[in-house]
């Protein structure tokens, strides 16, 4: 029996996920957290084998979350399994130690799949987390690797974001405008099919950017 553990803000998604857990008899949903630090305070008192983990929640995301329960139960195999098909997301999922991958929308078969091969301690990517992984290691690109369908003024400004800088200090270091910032963060936003300035800053700090102040 495979103890699980599902970590996602979003109720309607747990309870298909809770249905498809059901369904399988090698599988035992033990508990299910809506945020990061949920997740991590369940993972210590349960123990479970796998832990379903989505990246975007409220106060801790899901990569610093798998990063925090791997430092203290290296055994705890975490499975990401999110909306966000984009490079950054998953090489900072990896980077934080997550066994594998998953795009939402992701059928029973290939959930179950993934859950057992997680619980097994292998690998599991979905096919656009593969592609992702694969373009990262064959083409390197020095200094920008992440979201890489930014500019290097939009990553810039998304780096000094998830620093905690507001719109007038990001204008004054940057020698621009504050509409022009605006514009910026816009742009930014749309690129990362972000629907808040907060989803932004939280993916970015996923990433690794904003760890320090330029």
Do not use: C, W
Request: no cysteine; aromatic share 4%.
């Amino acid at each position: 029996m495979i103890r699980i553990l599902l970590a996602d803000d979003h109720p309607i998604f747990r309870y298909g996920l809770r249905a498809v857990l059901a369904s399988d008899p090698e599988t035992e949903l033990v508990g299910e957290a809506g945020s990061g630090e949920e997740a991590v305070e369940l993972t210590r008192r349960l123990r479970p084998d796998v832990v379903l983990m989505d990246i975007t929640m409220p106060g801790l995301n899901g990569v610093e979350a798998t990063r925090r329960i791997l430092a203290e139960l290296p055994g705890t195999n975490v499975l990401i399994v999110t909306m966000y098909d984009d490079s950054a997301s998953v090489l900072a999922a990896l980077r934080a130690g997550a066994r594998g991958y998953l795009i939402k929308g992701a059928d029973r078969e290939e959930m179950l799949r993934a859950v057992r091969a997680a619980a097994a301690g292998q690998a599991i990517l979905s096919p656009a987390a593969a592609h992702h992984l694969t373009t990262q290691i064959a083409t390197p690109r020095p200094g920008r690797q992440l979201f890489p369908e930014l500019t290097a003024r939009e990553h810039d400004i998304l780096h000094l974001m998830a620093a905690g800088y507001t719109n007038p200090a990001i204008a004054e270091r940057s020698g621009l405008s504050a509409k022009t910032v605006r514009n910026y963060i816009s742009t930014i936003l749309a690129k990362l099919n972000a629907t808040s300035r907060a989803e932004a800053i939280t993916r970015a700090r996923a990433a690794g950017l904003g760890d320090t102040r330029p």
